[in-house]
């Protein structure tokens, strides 16, 4: 950690923040030039308060030189981690889809969308059984029920399933979900990551709306904190200023996140565009630049079909969509 | 609820909508000009899903005309609310500051924060117990110990408490919490709010850092939807661009709450900027533009005070400004 | 144009309204629900101000049902506009490459990278003689001199050339480049944009770091509304909370574009992302989803080629990139 | 400037960008870590181009010690300057209000509302003659006739006036104006700030929509480099993710940028929020906070006073707010 001081700095604030950071069990290093002076602090910084440290006044500027995630961190785990999802494999060169309707709403529908969407090589099957909602008003999905008629559809098809968690007193009726999403509001819900990080569950954990990249790796950092190294990355879209998409894909968010961790990193394009007439370009893009897999909603309700523009994407639509996937990924991978 | 379809929408598909829409028990009425048609949906529209609507390929847009929340909402609620805090009223002209430090740290250190802040009028002792950080591996807060030192500071001063519960589990030992702040990361944490809204307790609902002022008066609504009337809603900074100060403060949150809400809102300077040296001018703002209150904080370490550059004020700071506030609410309310 | 009146305008308040519209030269078609009024406005109501309307305190909201752009608009031109880039078509399947250093350094360094990027599969050269630049105390391009030689190097490789105009009064210097670069920070200066329509020059015009696709859209109908309709549109970034990146590139403007007009799109990933590293799978992610080309960073001096890292690739980066991005190029054209 | 290399940086990378700094003239100060190598930067680095140096493959980051703004800087100039606009003084404990119309419209309008908001303490008359619209269909002003105009309310009323110059071309027409307005869109103009850092007209520059404080202080370098030192700074909104004010009012940017220059900061919280209803309450923040001035819109038309909510007060409503204005001036001078 290197701790630049404001020249304005006394000798005698400078000494007593040395004597502080040393009773802290850091060695400091200084440096003096004419207009700064740099004191490098080695020992273990992991505990050294950077936000204190950055906020006093004679300090002009703190910087972590080691990144302050150890556990996802590709330095000393330079191999992708190949997770293991319900049976299906995921990173290290294992592409995998997910796909399937927003909510679960009905025996007929999931099991509908379930068949049509391993017909067209999805590996895993998603759905909503708890909806987070902004409105207290809004449906909130079938709970148990929900996670029943997702099991059935697991046992008809063989697609293992992926489905949102969102408060740990639900936890034991996940036994059987292979997959446990956290979603993009849960992202800093530090008392589920720690939880989780206890269980030997399988985490699909999504980008928070306004949280950055560093953040999203620091929750990956308490789950396996915890012991539980089983965690998938999704990056689902950002808040920003341009209102035409629902969200902003970042894109880049792929290749900065395999740069800086071997864990996988998957695309949502449906809740990242939230239009269906953008999913199948995004999803391909998310192929060509090296994302180890896709979310992708795929719906059969009649309204959709009839009117061909849900967020969702047709079996049909999503059928076309992975014959282009897979011509992409024999491109990306030769 | 107002849905307009675009012009290649053609007859058959805008009748088999409105046959949907009449399916869930809303009259449509429809209104049609030469480049658009207008469907005028009348009736109990709030479990009508405007997203799903406005992904329709037919469909335009739509447009909410009533807004969807309720018991928040000046409309059916047009005086202020006055909420009780421990005895302190905050709303409809009764202004109140909540002081103390980040952390709870010492017995010593929040008795002599608390016996300050109230020698210079504050109504309230902050301090947090329970303290969510974006690494594991920062210090988490004192818990259980840092409540009970709390309440020893309670007792000592008779300042009511004002302290983060982070995870429902928790929620037992926060019976002689006097106000529970929900922190901006748990914004949404849609199932915590239901709970806190079963509830008698008064909360104080801090904004998330990309969420929207109606998506706080929606998460407000879930805690008054359970039957808990006891909201204060807080302002702490949103994230932008702008990297000078740790988020942006959204001033103007105040007075356009004001216009949708009955609820009082106080403003959190110190969380918003970051930096000491710029609280005292937005607490000043704060109290010009119809704050009803402050959340501020004072910290009387040796470190802080050597350095007079924390986000933190000293208790002398903090002195100073409430002289300032005082005068300028003498201002605002004559 | 669509207005809703709120439900507390009184009918005195509304027929004042009316008048003032009709006076304006719109028909206004009234639609009265139980909860609020919509009047739909009919005729030419371009010139009517829609910020003005919406003001308005009996105004609820104001809705365009035609967009505001006419010439960039699909609408009215369904096929794909086939720019003429200095004798390189772009668009309507034709894909081009754009390369070349950021800034004309000497006539060795703009020949040598020209000669390169050509042999690579490049188009057109770029290279900036006029640099607009944070400080006033950075390096602001050779100007004229970097003109010249960039058109050396025209000559010396038959490459057509792309550069950036900052200022009309330089206008003239660019008689002889083939396509002049609108900056980011000049999407909105609006007198040049008018200027600019009144030539014959293809304009490769860059979105603004914080302007939506639709302003986007908006500038083009500048250059068009002139008369000139060589306008090639380029995504380079929009600014957000994420630091990482130097911006975040917003890829599903691409398809979006395409939605909304016939124009071009190309993807510049260099000033996008920031960094070398990120450059190739962000060029093959808008190969993947569409883009009418790309507009790619390459130089040839030693400090980088040692270092193999500057938001620059070097010749043997670039050389290997064409080749995986012509590969996508066969599996989305086929 | 402080230079923090990578741990994977072999020793004949290091030496060769160290020769390559001094042969730029400047001295290397090394300092070793165990896990990193600092170089301190000293002498004239303002020439070093540090997103080249951020850029290469060796480095881990980038920082200056010494801001790269000079003129603007507290730190050469701790007295607040005093700027003269038009026999008005601005800064160090002036506090002027600019008031009148979005656009000029009529004589009539014009004289009126000069007179009116003359009469309620406004010391400036600020009136649209050029006006930068997203649309090339939108109104864009009267243009010359509206400087006429405005020159005609400066006689009537003697109030000196403050107008925006879109483009360099129309400056001769700026003559007799007071105070040349530079929009947000054209902070970042270089060479419009250049050719006005050569005349001695005053300036008030607006920040842009994305523009961050310390590239606002930049664009202020770039007219003061030239020998023009009599620049006002405009805070007016920056551009978020919350849609429902216009911008988001950075009223923070008023102490921050205190800190740093010493210019004077005026706030114009009509274009920050576009809601007539929330200019009051933001005009008092603005007050209490510090600024050195308002800018607000003022209207007499009709239809606004009609309906008592567009952007611009009435006459009345900012008679009433001046008058608060003023009381909030006596605490925060007292």
């Known amino acids: 950690m290197i701790t630049v001081l404001k020249s304005s700095a006394t000798a ?64 000393f785990h330079p191999d992708d981690s190949v997770i293991d999802a319900g049976g299906v494999l995921i990173g290290g060169g294992h592409f995998a889809v997910i796909a399937g309707p927003c909510s679960v709403e009905t025996r007929e529908q999931i099991i509908g969308v379930a068949h049509a969407v391993k017909a067209s090589g999805a590996a895993l099957l998603r759905g909503g059984a708890f909806k987070p909602r902004t409105s207290p008003y809004d449906f909130q999905g079938l709970h148990g029920e929900g996670l029943t008629l997702l099991l059935e559809a697991k046992k008809a098809t063989g697609l293992p399933i992926v489905t949102e968690l969102m408060d740990m007193q639900d936890f034991d009726l996940f036994e059987d979900v292979d997959v446990i999403q956290v979603g993009a509001r849960n992202m800093q819900n530090f008392g589920m990551l720690k939880k989780l990080g206890r269980t030997d569950k399988t985490i699909l954990l999504k980008r928070g709306l306004a949280n950055s990249i560093k953040e999203l790796l620091m929750s990956a950092e308490y789950i396996m904190a915890g012991g539980n190294e089983n965690v998938i990355l999704c990056e689902r879209g950002i808040r920003t200023f341009e209102t035409y998409t629902r969200n902003t894909l970042d894109i880049s968010a792929v290749p900065v996140l395999h740069e800086l961790t071997h864990l996988p990193v998957i695309i949502d394009p449906s809740h990242a565009t939230g239009h269906a007439s953008l999913v199948p370009s995004m999803a391909l893009a998310a192929a060509a630049c090296g994302a180890d897999g896709l979310m992708i909603e795929v719906h059969n309700d009649p309204i959709h079909a009839l009117c061909d523009g849900a967020q969702s994407l047709t079996p049909a639509q999503f059928d076309e969509l992975m014959g282009q996937v897979r011509r992409i990924l024999e491109v990306v991978r030769s």
């Open 12 to 75: 005698e604030q400078r000494d007593q923040l040395i004597r502080w950071l040393e009773g802290q069990n850091v060695q400091v290093h200084i440096s003096e030039g004419s207009e700064y002076t740099v004191l490098g602090l080695v020992g273990d910084t992991a505990h050294i308060d950077m936000e204190l440290l950055e906020s006093l006044d004679i300090v002009d500027s703190v910087k972590r030189v080691s990144e302050p995630f150890k556990k996802v961190n590709r330095k």
